[in-house]
């Protein structure tokens, strides 16, 4: 079964500085889909970024970035410029490829991101 | 473009007692799902559906059950509550060959 992990559950940062996320999944498939997303506090699930496996090129959005390195199964998320409103909770979340109606959104346990003023 | 409806948002139910937590999207996607979010445990994958009359168990799935007669609406039934289904409900939807899912608001159940 795949897994995804978020090994630090709580971080800070400094109002205009840089943060990354880190996000380990494990998955024998070649083929998939890796998401971060984003929950302030209105509970709302906010897609912030995705990636596909097949693409060697870094995903980007304005000030979010992420480092996908396929081989070591790792997806880290790099927010640039902190901003007060992107204190939230964080989740890394893997899709895999639909076969034979197997797909799944399997997500990590969340970081809990501080922006200090 | 109402996206994907969750209600109620907030329920406070009796241990024993039953009820449904509604879903439905306007999106016609295909592929359907309900998440607990619970503290320190993430979203964990209650059940999920591919498309109608198609639904499969996801990692918690004990004392739900669920069903799709149609691709707009899946709703979830806790058939007799329990004080360890106390949590946030979330349902999602997404085009099946596409990768994106969109969430509900959410529902906040309390068993008591």
């Known amino acids: 079964a795949q897994t995804v992990t978020q090994s630090q559950p709580e971080m800070s940062v400094q109002e205009a500085e840089t943060v990354t996320l880190s996000c380990t999944y494990d998955t024998s498939e070649s083929d998939y889909y890796l998401f971060w997303y984003k929950q302030p506090p209105s509970r709302q699930m906010i897609l912030v970024i995705r990636q596909e496996a097949y693409k060697q090129q870094n995903a980007t959005e304005n000030r979010f970035s992420v480092n996908f390195q396929k081989a070591a199964k790792s997806f880290s998320l790099k927010i640039s410029d902190s901003q007060l409103g992107d204190a939230a909770m964080y989740f890394c979340a893997y899709r895999s490829p639909p076969q034979g109606g197997s797909e799944k959104l399997v997500f990590g346990k969340g970081m809990k991101l501080t922006v200090n003023p | 473009n109402a996206g994907v409806t969750q209600t109620p948002k907030f329920q406070v139910l009796k241990t024993g007692q039953s009820m449904t937590l509604q879903c439905a999207q306007d999106?016609?996607?295909?592929?359907m799902s309900w998440y607990r979010q619970d503290p320190g445990m993430g979203l964990r994958l209650i059940h999920y559906s591919v498309g109608a009359g198609i639904t499969d168990q996801g990692e918690v799935p004990n004392g739900y059950n669920v069903s799709r007669s149609t691709t707009e609406d899946f709703p979830l039934r806790l058939l007799s509550a329990a004080p360890s289904q106390t949590s946030v409900y979330f349902c999602?939807?997404?085009?099946?060959?596409?990768?994106?899912?969109?969430f509900g608001q959410g529902t906040r159940l309390t068993v008591v």
């Open positions: 999106m016609n996607h295909e592929y």
């Open positions: 999602a939807s997404s085009p099946l060959l596409n990768t994106e899912a969109f």
